[in-house]
């Protein structure tokens, strides 16, 4: 991708109701934009990081026989009224009534449509277990939409759902999810705790949350010395002062909901012997967008974002340091046509602007790797990492081979 015709181009100054960091880096270096409160453009920038957290999602999900699709997001009230959350949940959803008088509500979860499309398609045991999920948007009416895309009325979300003969299995599968989530999360690079919190909107079980170690988070998270889960503020015994603790941004939510939709939703299923039995069910969530949020917040320096490799936007910030109409302009567009036909996701600076600007938007954007082409590197490139200050002159094979291609 050349820069002079990515858009939008880097802003000098964050907006000025900005207080977070991620809002402001990531408007500032071009990866989103505010509709209004809560409601943001993902940019060319932004889209390809968040379709990168995306594809480390889909391949750990995946690997537990989680099955990709994709719902609606407009329902009918009729559904949300068999479980009482039409008036249950009525502060976070959004709800409308169309030009019938038909009313619909924009998705703030998927449980009872994921139910609907379940009990119309299982009949027996031998249809069980299943797992379905998918990424959308989620509409939700918060009332503090102040912390950047950490907290957005829309958002998007990864969630998966899974259905069971048996509490064993469903509870076996969980633990399945829960490996899969810390998977996600260590190959994101994230100091994170499972946390053990207070139920979702119905349940009377725990749940477990993924809770990134950040102090722009607006959870408190205790745990003890030693031990592998955290608990919640919410559920914490005793004396706070036996516990160490942090501020954390809560990435994932999983639940055990046992068969408290089945029950209401008359979702039952034929067991080996003819009998009917209420189904077993669970949802898991990640939210994605809110996932890049965090990533800015506990990846950056006074110059800009560092992304961690697997979700940078690009695998290579090249700079040519040399305009369009300079001797040495035709090699820095041979680096580039050299490492994109060798595969490398490459960000070309091939702009006619000073070198400083050129570094400081590298520094912004965050790209962890940034190749410099100019007259003083000859027939090298030189090569600096986003976390040194150090750099090396090093040859094109030299550089592909570096970058494991
Ligand atoms: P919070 O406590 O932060 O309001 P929640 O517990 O209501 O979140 P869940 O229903 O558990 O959220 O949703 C699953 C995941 O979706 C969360 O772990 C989080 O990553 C993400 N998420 C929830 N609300 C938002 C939001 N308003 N903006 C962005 N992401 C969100
Ligand atoms: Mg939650």
Not at 10 to 27: C, F, G, Q, Y
Not at 257 to 284: H, I
């Amino acid at each position: 991708m050349k820069q002079s015709v990515l858009f939008p181009k880097t802003r000098k100054e964050a907006p000025k109701d900005a207080e977070s960091i991620n809002h402001k880096l990531l408007v500032k270096a071009g990866f989103i934009d505010q509709l209004m409160a809560g409601s943001w453009t993902l940019l060319p920038l932004g889209f390809r990081v968040v379709a990168k957290i995306n594809q480390i999602i889909r391949e750990e999900i995946n690997a537990i026989g989680g099955q990709e699709m994709l719902m609606p997001l407009l329902h009918p009230k009729e559904i949300w009224n068999e479980t009482g959350r039409w008036d249950k949940a009525d502060e976070v959803m959004y709800k409308l009534t169309d030009s019938r008088k038909k009313e619909f509500a924009l998705s703030f979860t998927h449980e009872e449509i994921v139910m609907d499309l379940l009990r119309k398609n299982i009949t027996s045991y031998q249809d069980l277990p299943v797992a379905i999920y998918h990424f959308s948007t989620k509409f939700r009416n918060e009332l503090r939409a102040k912390s950047g895309i950490l907290r957005g009325r829309e958002f998007m979300m990864k969630d998966l759902y899974s259905a069971h003969t048996s509490e064993e299995d469903l509870m076996d599968y969980y633990e399945k999810v829960k490996s899969a989530y810390s998977k996600i999360f260590t190959r994101l690079g994230f100091n994170f705790k499972i946390v053990k919190a207070s139920g979702g909107v119905f349940t009377d079980k725990f749940t477990h949350e993924f809770q990134v170690l950040s102090d722009a988070g607006e959870d408190t998270i205790y745990w003890k010395e030693g031990d592998k889960e955290a608990v919640n503020e919410e559920i914490m015994e005793g004396d706070k002062n036996d516990y160490k603790s942090a501020k954390s941004i809560e990435v994932g939510n999983i639940f055990p909901l046992g068969t408290w939709y089945a029950e209401r939703m008359r979702f039952y299923y034929m067991d080996n012997m003819g009998k009917k039995k209420p189904v077993w069910f669970g949802s898991y969530g990640i939210g994605s967008t809110r996932v890049m949020g965090t990533l800015v917040e506990v990846f950056h320096d006074d110059n800009g974002i560092i992304w961690p490799k697997e979700v940078s936007p690009f695998d290579i910030h090249l700079v040519g340091l040399n305009g369009p109409h300079s001797a040495e302009a035709p090699r820095g567009k041979k680096v580039y046509e050299m490492l994109t036909k060798a595969g490398v996701e490459v960000l070309w600076d091939d702009r006619d602007i000073p070198a400083g600007e050129k570094f400081a938007d590298a520094d912004l954007i965050g790209v962890p790797v940034r190749l410099v082409v100019s007259d003083k590197t000859g027939d090298k490139i030189e090569w600096k990492e986003r976390t040194s200050s150090e750099s090396k002159l090093l040859s094109f094979d030299e550089v592909i081979k570096l970058l494991d291609r």
